[in-house]
């Protein structure tokens, strides 16, 4: 199984600030990665897809990038409705499919 | 409106069976392989099992495997999870997604608001 591994588990940012979130594959796992956007009591919401596509709907703010192991989350330019887990998850390899561990934006 | 909604969720006890449902609507359901995803208190994401477009293909984390059996019921548009055998590990919020996938990439791009399953005595 291929195991994803994101960093930080969390992170204290404020509102404008640049927040860069890392996932890494256990093996390469191509461009075959996604981000997903958690809020408390909500389901995942789908943010980027194939590594670097953002789906439609989503702000210009939010990036991604990387491919074979190492894959960021870049949101610009923080905005308090971002405040919320996120999670990579692999495609490249399944089953299983499998998702990192997660990794809280806070308020700073 | 693309959307799934979940239901069956409950309190049961250790080694109950529970049979959790979701509905779609929106979309052709029949087109798409479809997941369930479940998520622990305070936990991660931790995917449960699929199941494709005509139920050819069929699979299950280990965690689960000879407990919960996936189906599907294109002429209702609908999901279903029997889960037996439960344990208290397997208490977690319940989410069914729609599997979304190109030549290049793949994701779970819809997702159900979830049912709440407690396994406790």
């Known amino acids: 199984d291929i195991q994803m591994t994101q960093s930080p588990s969390s992170v204290s940012a404020s509102v404008g600030d640049r927040v860069t979130i890392t996932c890494r594959a256990s093996q390469g796992i191509s461009s075959w990665l996604a981000w997903y956007q958690q809020k408390p009591g909500k389901a995942p919401k789908l943010l980027i897809y194939?590594?670097?596509s953002l789906q439609s709907g989503v702000p210009s703010r939010f990036s991604g990038s990387g491919s074979g192991t190492d894959f960021t989350l870049t949101i610009s330019s923080l905005q308090p409705e971002d405040f919320a887990t996120y999670y990579c998850?692999?495609?490249?390899?399944?089953?299983?499919?499998?998702f990192g561990q997660g990794t809280k934006v806070e308020i700073k | 409106e693309v959307q799934l909604v979940e239901s069956g969720g409950g309190l049961v006890k250790p080694g109950g069976s529970l049979r959790l449902s979701c509905a779609a609507s929106?979309?052709?359901?029949?087109?798409?392989?479809m997941n369930w995803v479940r998520q622990a208190p305070g936990k991660g994401l931790e995917w449960v099992s699929s199941i494709s477009s005509s139920s050819s293909y069929i699979y299950y984390a280990d965690s689960v495997k000879g407990r919960f059996t996936i189906s599907r019921d294109n002429a209702k548009n609908s999901l279903y999870l029997q889960m037996n055998s439960l344990r208290a590990e397997d208490t977690a919020v319940y989410y069914c997604?729609?599997?979304?996938?190109?030549?290049?990439?793949?994701?779970?791009?819809?997702w159900g608001q979830g049912t709440m399953v407690t396994v406790s005595s």
């Open positions: 997604a729609r599997d979304q996938y190109s030549s290049s990439w793949r994701v779970f791009d819809i």
């Open positions: 194939a590594a670097s």
């Open positions: 998850q692999q495609a490249n390899s399944f089953p299983p499919w499998t």
């Open positions: 929106g979309f052709t359901f029949s087109s798409y392989s």
